[in-house]
């Protein structure tokens, strides 16, 4: 065989076994199985470059360079997050990456989110927005007024549950997300037991943030449903010790005075029959079912048990409520538990 075509075999060889080797070779190592690639809206390639050093994933960074450029990776980035597993090939990165082929991320709200804060701080530990641009927005009302709510009442749009939203997902797009989240939970059903208490679903939700403040037992939330319901039916105020923590801004307050009582604010529902302006926590939907379907009883007041169990005891008049009040007081008191 002449020597110039076994240079050009050997040339052919070569350059096959380099192509082979730069895109279908093994080229992202990660011990664990997985990790993920976040690029930013506005990134250019070498932020993406810079990142996947950061990572410490590829076990060859030139060739990884080479197919991305072949391929017009540089010139179409598309923010997201982005899972890389171990053994991938640089055409398989590149492949997700130039077609913004994200993995979703599960975003999971509890109840235990009481202020607008707390929730832009938590949804920001999700999303690529942080939590001033996402506050921001929540306290927007032109941006919370085309879901049907206001600063005060948004919290209520936010059911609690586990959703699976794109990292990159702007605030406007996951308030509306969350919106049809909120009215498919708020059925036909629901909405019915709504009208039946003669309030709107928004006003069963406030409700239901007092009740879920009130008590974490499930077994007793139709029950204390029941008595805001009998004190906003007769016109009683309801005298929430939890939305004077709300409106203190002290939730880990355990002993309520006759001082709290004074604060100026429309949350305190000593002060101001009815409900207040807005949640005072994101309710779960056990609450909000409880309140829908709230207990009928003649009960107007009700008082922790003293032996804090977390139960209450429920009174229909004043003075055998005090009686309650007074036990609990001094457990606290023998408990050294003053504010």
């Known amino acids: 065989m002449p020597v110039v075509l076994i240079a050009l075999l050997v040339v052919a060889l070569v350059s096959g076994y380099r192509h082979y080797h730069a895109n279908y070779a093994s080229n992202v ?6 990790a993920y690639l976040y690029v930013r809206a506005g990134a250019d390639f070498t932020e993406v470059l810079d990142s996947l050093r950061s990572l410490q994933v590829l076990k060859d960074e030139h060739t990884f360079i080479s197919v991305a450029a072949r391929k017009g990776y540089p010139d179409n980035i598309h923010s997201g997050r982005y899972k890389l597993s171990d053994g991938m090939n640089n055409r398989q990165l590149v492949h997700i990456l130039m077609l913004g082929m994200q993995e979703p991320v599960r975003l999971t709200l509890s109840g235990n989110i009481r202020t607008n804060r707390r929730l832009a701080v938590l949804l920001s530990r999700y999303i690529q927005p942080d939590s001033l641009a996402i506050l921001q927005a929540l306290n927007d009302t032109l941006r919370t007024t085309p879901c049907g709510f206001t600063p005060a009442t948004i919290m209520g749009m936010f059911i609690p549950n586990t959703y699976e939203v794109y990292w990159n997902i702007s605030v406007d797009a996951l308030l509306q997300r969350m919106k049809k989240e909120y009215d498919v939970f708020w059925n036909a059903s ?6 039946a208490m003669q309030m709107t679903p928004q006003e069963v939700v406030t409700l239901a943030s007092i009740v879920y403040e009130e008590s974490l037992k499930a077994d007793e939330m139709p029950r204390i449903a029941g008595v805001y319901v009998n004190r906003l039916r007769r016109g009683i105020p309801l005298q929430a010790d939890p939305t004077l923590k709300y409106a203190l801004g002290n939730f880990a307050l355990r002993r309520v005075l006759t001082r709290h009582t004074a604060i100026d604010s429309p949350y305190n529902t000593y002060k101001h029959a009815g409900l207040p302006p807005g949640p005072i926590c994101v309710p779960p939907p056990v609450a909000i079912d409880a309140a829908l379907d709230f207990e009928t009883h003649p009960y107007l007041y009700f008082c922790a048990k003293a032996d804090f169990s977390g139960y209450h005891n429920f ?7 005090n009686r309650y009040a007074r036990e609990y007081q001094q457990a606290l008191s023998r408990n050294r538990i003053y504010r």
């Open 29 to 34: 190592s990660l011990p664990g199985g997985a």
């Open 190 to 195: 629901r909405r019915e037991k709504a009208a």
């Open 315 to 321: 009174s229909r008049t004043l003075a055998q409520h």
